[in-house]
């Protein structure tokens, strides 16, 4: 079935510092979404990407959908200590709606 | 700021016996969904619901799975004979065209 490969599985940063994480996939999808998860709670949608190539910021959060449709990436800038928890990329095969194939996760860690 | 309300929390259950998670999604949502996560491990599809039917199942959603949205409001998980390998949390989820989905803070259901 499809799989999301998702990097790094685990990230301890200083707050301040800026951090990266990627998912790739062997599928293409059309529509890609970054979502954090804080502990015992549901994921909640950061960002969503709906054209290869689309560049898309929200506050410190920036990801982009690649151009080949594979992979995409999340940056965040300045990390703060609220930035901690479980990030999660998700790729969907229909445009809008359908099943999200989830990546496994990074975990954040931002040392104050 | 709408959102999808699952209930119980927190439920725990004996071996065999039968569960029903309820979900109460946002009113203008069209589509629906149930996906589970694992302690420690990704979020997973299970199924998803439009027009009063079932539009597509994962593997994990066998013949012990079922969803009702029986009075238009109520989106209702049941799995019919528990078994240890179902704990996990469950997360209902709802959609409407052109927005990402919006995840509820999920049922923690615990069979012993």
């Known amino acids: 079935g499809q799989q999301l490969n998702q990097s790094p599985q685990s990230m301890f940063i200083q707050e301040g510092e800026d951090v990266s994480m990627n998912c790739t996939s062997s599928?293409?999808?059309?529509?890609w979404l970054w979502y954090k998860q804080d502990p015992g709670e549901g994921p909640v949608l950061l960002i969503a990407l709906y054209k290869a190539g689309e560049l898309t910021s929200n506050g410190r959060l920036t990801a982009q959908f690649g151009i080949t449709r594979k992979d995409s990436f999340l940056n965040i800038s300045a990390s703060i200590p609220s930035d901690v928890g479980i990030y999660f990329c998700?790729?969907?095969?229909?445009?809008?709606?359908?099943?999200?194939?989830f990546g496994q996760g990074t975990t954040l860690q931002v040392k104050p | 700021e709408p959102e999808v309300t699952q209930t119980p929390s927190h439920q725990v259950t004996q071996m065999g016996q039968e569960v029903i998670l309820r979900c109460v999604p946002i009113s203008n949502h069209l589509y629906f969904y149930w996906y589970r996560q694992i302690l420690g491990q990704k979020v997973e599809f299970l199924v998803s619901f439009y027009n009063n039917e079932i539009s597509e199942k994962s593997e994990i959603f066998d013949d012990q799975f079922s969803v009702e949205r029986p009075d238009g409001s109520n989106f209702t998980l049941k799995i019919r004979s528990t078994k240890l390998e179902d704990s996990a949390m469950y997360f209902c989820?709802?959609?409407?065209?052109?927005?990402?989905?919006?995840f509820g803070s999920g049922t923690r259901l615990t069979v012993v």
């Open positions: 989820a709802g959609q409407r065209v052109n927005y990402g989905y919006t």
């Open positions: 599928s293409i999808f059309n529509t």
């Open positions: 998700a790729g969907q095969t229909r445009s809008n709606t359908g099943k999200l194939i």
